[in-house]
């Protein structure tokens, strides 16, 4: 009596070994599934962005982050009335949930009133560089812990716009000199702020003059080149790359327009339109900081920048006695939080699943 046999599986007929390809089955699994658990995971959770807006006063900067997010995150100050300049420079957050189709974003923007208006604005960037810092550090010491919070609060700036005042020449030995140690903390975003007040020639020429003074200095703003994973990311991001820093315009009042209400500065001679790429570029950077760049500015942020400041920062606990946990780390000090890193660890390369199998 021959013994019963087995019928053969449609895998079985290749050798298994772990560079074969995975098996393709023909009835549904559920794989595809986990997509959907994400997106329902992370609607429940919700996204963090923090961003920082950096610029004289009077550059509209607090006008152009109730433009992006269509929302009065800032409290604007009424055309005529006179403001007094802060005599230092003071830092001000303020955190607001926006909700949008059921998506929150828990949004925090920090403003920095009196930046580059006194008369000696010598290191006038060090409390800028230290609440960046400030935010990394509180981050890793949450992190160190023994018994860690299953969701650390996450207050790293994850992008930093830097409002360049549209003077036409070219950038200022201040905006050279604070954009080469910004660059190295976070990622940066130059915009021309006030676009309107220049011509579309002089706009060009602007532009040009700022991108030969962020090479001739070295001053690397988001998306860096070193960042891009593949040649989709580099077809996008060198389009993004020519036409920065965008010449932006900020309204956060609709106007009437052919019989539709549009965002926009009504002068004499018309209304510009915010949204309209003939009159000024904003589309492209709200485009880059929320529809399209969004996670990977959080994911440069946590892989590149708070990289650096945590490899730094657990270099010097080797002169520190050990304690209880992995490591014992001494507060910050002053000077070690306004000090930015030297850049040099880049973003984590993830594993190629094909080797897994």
């Not at 018994?147 to 830097?162: F, K, M, N, S």
């Not at 602007?206 to 070193?226: A, G, M, T, W």
């Given at each position: ?188 975003v130059p915009v ?13 020429a602007f532009r ?65 339109e915010v949204e ?82």
């Amino acid at each position: 009596m021959e013994p019963l046999r087995r019928p053969l599986s449609p895998c079985s007929s290749r050798p298994s070994s772990p560079r074969s390809p995975p098996c393709e089955t023909s009835v549904s699994v559920g794989i595809e599934a986990v997509l959907d658990q994400l997106k329902i995971k992370a609607m429940k959770m919700g996204f963090e962005f923090n961003i920082m807006v950096v610029g004289q006063s009077g550059l509209g900067k607090s006008t152009m982050v109730n433009t992006l997010f269509k929302s009065k995150v800032w409290k604007s100050s009424l055309p005529g009335l006179a403001t007094p300049t802060p005599q230092t420079l003071q830092l001000h957050s303020v955190t607001h949930v926006i909700e949008e189709k059921g998506v929150k974003l828990k949004l925090t923007v920090t403003d920095t009133p009196g930046f580059g208006d006194q008369i000696n604005n010598d290191k006038c960037w060090d409390p800028i560089l230290g609440y960046i810092n400030e935010q990394y550090e509180r981050y890793l010491q949450e992190e160190i812990l023994i018994t860690r919070q299953r969701h650390i609060p996450d207050t790293r700036v994850h992008c930093c716009v830097y409002f360049v005042p549209p003077t036409g020449h070219c950038l200022r030995p201040l905006d050279i000199e604070f954009l080469q140690r910004l660059c190295r903390t976070v990622n940066v975003v130059p915009v021309i702020a006030r676009a309107d007040s220049l011509t579309i020639e002089e706009r060009e020429a602007f532009r040009s003059r700022i991108q030969e003074d962020l090479r001739n200095h070295c001053i690397d703003v988001y998306p860096q080149k070193c960042f891009d994973e593949d040649i989709n990311d580099r077809i996008l991001n060198s389009k993004i790359r020519e036409r920065i820093p965008f010449a932006v315009v900020g309204a956060d009042r609709e106007h009437l327009v052919n019989g539709r209400c549009v965002l926009g500065r009504k002068t004499k001679w018309g209304i510009v339109e915010v949204e309209n790429m003939a009159h000024c570029e904003f589309p492209l950077l709200r485009d880059l900081l929320i529809r399209s760049h969004l996670q990977d500015l959080k994911d440069i942020t946590h892989n590149v920048h708070y990289e650096n400041y945590r490899v730094v920062r657990l270099n010097e606990s080797h002169l520190l006695p050990r304690g209880p946990g992995w490591v014992n780390l001494a507060p910050a000090s002053t000077q070690q939080l306004t000090t930015p890193a030297p850049l040099k660890v880049r973003r984590r390369v993830q594993e190629d699943p094909k080797d897994e199998f």
